[in-house]
Structure formats: C-alpha cells, structure tokens
C-alpha cells in the first residue's frame, strides 16, 4: 500500500538493492505439500465474516476460485498438492511467531513455503513497541535456518509486507475508516489521529512507513541468504496501489477478497517458475 506515484518504482528498487543477488530462473518442479506462514493477511482475517480468519480465502494457500491462490494455480500446473495447503499463519503473528510456524511446516514436510510477516511488527499502539530492525532480521535469519535445516529441498518465497502509509492515504478521507481504526485502536502507530497533518503526526506516519521499508529490505537480504531456493516479490506486494475496494469493510485494515485476488496475482507472477509435469 504506497504515498506517492513514484513511491512503487522506488520501493520496488529498494527492495531489490538490497536482496544483494538477482532472483534467479531457472524453473522448479512443482511442490507436493505446501505451507503459508505469516499473520492475519495470510490466514485471510476478515475476508469472508466478521473477525474470523478465512483460509480459504488466503493469497497463499486457500482454496478459494475467485482469489486464485498459490495453491489452485499450482494445481492447474499439474502439481499432486491437492488437500496439502497447508496453513499456519496466525492472527496478530509477529515475527517472534515466525519460528514456531516454520517447526509445523516441517513436521508436514512441505517442500513449498510462503512467508508474509512483519506488518504486526510495525503495527503498535506505540512506535517505542516497534520491533528494531535488527530484531527482526535476526529473527527471520533464525527461521529460514531452522526452515533450511529441516526442510533442505524446499522452495521458499517471502512477500513483502504492504505499506501501511498507503493504506492511511486512501482511508484517511473515508469517516467509516477513521471510526474503525480510531474505535478499534487498529495499528496506531500509523493510523492515530489519521486526520491530523500537524508535523508531528507526518513525521510519525514517514517513521513507520520507513521501518516497513527496512523489514522489507533485511526480509529480500535473509531470503537471498539462502540462494536460489528462496524468492522474494522483489517488491510488488509493498508498491502495489491499494485501494479501499480491496480491504474489509469490517475493519478497514486487512485485505478483504479482492484485496487478497491482488496479493496472489502479484506474489505468483514475481515467485517461482514451475515446470508442468504434464
């Protein structure tokens, strides 16, 4: 979710910079068990009912025709993955939680593993609860270790998280918006006082926007770490120009079905390349 027209191209180039390797081509064979770690946007919160995760809804791994996840497009390729998505992403998951989701994904031994993590991290009632940067990486680092240890031939791909300060820009206007986060106290290190332009309130928004920004970057350095086996969106996910028809009318945060169609479309086309096996 981003600020200003330029803001995708320069994320994206951010983003990219700092992978310190190019995302390679060669084509993967299609994987047979899958898993989707991360927080509430992966468990599909708030897309199907009121405060209730919806997997099926999942970019990544739900089963859900009209959001065209991970998993029904690999089916299409011929991939023998049908009835092992496997998802264990967590409302309100930070990447403290990211550990103890990579241990389940390899106990179901899956040899394909999305990670979208750190928006919770960023999201606090006060920016002193931000996770540091260097926290963060650290965590990942441990993860994707463990994850590579157990799991040595699995294929993993690491969204970026989407920014937070676009999704201010576009609900900023919307009365029902401002009341949901307001009311609901909904990631106030961003959204509080979201009609406010008083230097102090931008210059908070532009802090937590950066810090997104630094996740994203330690995420594509730690992901590059690994070598061909993990992938990142090279940023699509975080310049991708959100609009307020692709987010819940429930909360006015989390991506509702549309929104969650997005999240699929632009992870898919800038992860892997599979072979069909047909």
């Given amino acids: 979710m981003i600020a200003r027209r330029l803001g995708p191209l320069m994320a994206a180039v951010v983003v990219l910079a700092g992978s310190g390797t190019a ?35 999942s970019w990544s791994a739900g089963d859900r025709a009209s959001v065209n996840s991970h998993y029904l497009r690999l089916l299409r390729l011929g991939s023998p993955i049908e009835g092992h998505n496997r ?35 960023a999201c606090k009632l006060e920016e002193r609860q931000m996770t540091p940067v260097e926290v963060y990486r650290r965590r990942l680092d441990q993860a994707l270790s463990e994850l590579r240890a157990g799991l040595p031939q699995a294929r993993v791909f690491v969204s970026s998280i989407p920014d937070l300060h676009r999704l201010w820009q576009v609900g900023k206007g919307n009365p029902l918006a401002r009341t949901f986060w307001t009311v609901g106290r909904i990631c ?38 690994l070598g061909t086996s993990c992938r990142t969106d090279a940023g699509a996910v975080f310049a991708y120009p959100f609009t307020l028809a692709h987010v819940s009318r429930w909360d006015y945060f989390h991506p509702n079905e549309a929104g969650q169609r997005v999240l699929a479309e632009r992870t898919f086309r800038n992860g892997f390349e599979w072979v069909d096996p047909r």
């Fill in 188 to 225: 106030q290190t961003m959204l509080a006082r979201p009609s406010s332009v008083k230097p102090a309130d931008r210059q908070r928004r532009a802090r937590v926007r950066e810090r997104v920004m630094a996740y994203n970057r330690e995420a594509a350095r730690a992901c590059a770490a």
């Fill in 87 to 121: 998802a264990f992403a967590v409302p309100g998951a930070t990447s403290a939680d990211l550990l103890d989701q990579v241990r389940q994904a390899v106990g179901a031994k899956a040899d394909y593993v999305t990670i979208l993590i750190g928006a919770q991290d």
């Fill in 23 to 57: 995302q390679a081509a060669a084509p993967e064979p299609v994987p047979e068990v899958m898993a989707a770690l991360g927080d509430s946007i992966s468990s599909g919160f708030n897309s199907c009912g009121w405060y209730v995760s919806c997997p099926s809804r």
